[in-house]
Antibody, heavy 124, light 108 residues
Framework: EVQLVESGGDLVQPGGSLRLSCAAS????????MSWVRQAPGKGLEWVAN????????NYVNSVKGRFTISRDNAKNSLYLQMDSLTAEDTAVYYC?????????????????WGQGTLVTVSS | EIVLTQSPGTLSLAPGERATLSCRAS???????LAWYQQKPGQAPRLLIY???RRATGIPDRFTGGESGTDFTLTISRLEPEDFAVYYC?????????FGQGTKLEIK
């Protein structure tokens, strides 16, 4: 069974940092682009970042560029999101999502499946 | 950035009825790069449709995706109780991939 399990969400003060993790299982992790997508409370979905199969290419939504860093460890089947200089606008559930099909070169793609999400709350 | 506008915001229907959800793109979405997701309260989104009309694995055939120019539709032929949820469209033609604001399908 394909499974994605996020962890690391927490309450953090404005200006603080947090690192999210996503453990993947049930598929060949190293064959897929991976993404983070977030959802603010009561709001819609927003793609945050993606990373190529070998980590050689990364893309970010403009609002997090320079503050967030996506990375992966294919040996550990894990995806990460380092979040720095957090603001209240970053408060959201963060989902890890497998992106597109195996071996695909196109990073912007559909998301399937999604993890259950981890809640990040930025507040003083 | 391609902006997707979904309508209606809320759709009230009864089980057994037919639902038609719309998603309009601010510019052309090439190569049929349009997907639909279902999200129930407290759950992660689930992929229903990709490539405008291709059903994802395990999705019942009462879900159908279509298009006409820059307008895309998700049709649910006969609503089941488990279909009442929020639905999002997403374009993945250009980066950033963008989502519509969602349509809430509620029980009438």
């Amino acid at each position: 069974e394909v499974q994605l399990v996020e962890s690391g969400g927490d309450l953090v003060q404005p200006g603080g940092s947090l690192r999210l993790s996503c453990a993947a299982s049930g598929f060949t992790f190293s064959s897929y682009w991976m993404s983070w997508v977030r959802q603010a409370p009561g709001k819609g979905l927003e793609w945050v970042a993606n990373i190529k199969q070998d980590g050689s290419e990364k893309n970010y939504v403009n609002s997090v560029k320079g503050r967030f860093t996506i990375s992966r460890d294919n040996a550990k089947n894990s995806l990460y999101l380092q979040m720095d200089s957090l603001t209240a606008e970053d408060t959201a559930v963060y989902y890890c999502a497998r992106t597109g099909g195996p071996g695909w070169q196109k990073g912007t793609n559909w998301f399937d499946p999604w993890g259950q999400g981890t809640l990040v709350t930025v507040s003083s | 950035e391609i902006v997707l506008t979904q309508s209606p915001g809320t759709l009230s229907l009864a089980p057994g009825e037919r639902a038609t959800l719309s998603c309009r793109a601010s510019q052309s979405v090439s190569n049929n790069f349009l997907a639909w997701y279902q999200q129930k309260p407290g759950q992660a989104p689930r992929l229903l449709i990709y490539g405008v009309s291709r059903r994802a694995t395990g999705i019942p055939d009462r879900f159908t995706g279509g298009e006409s120019g820059t307008d895309f539709t998700l049709t649910i032929s006969r609503l089941e109780p488990e279909d009442f949820a929020v639905y999002y469209c997403q374009q993945y033609d250009t980066t950033p991939g963008t989502f519509g604001q969602g349509t809430k399908l509620e029980i009438k």
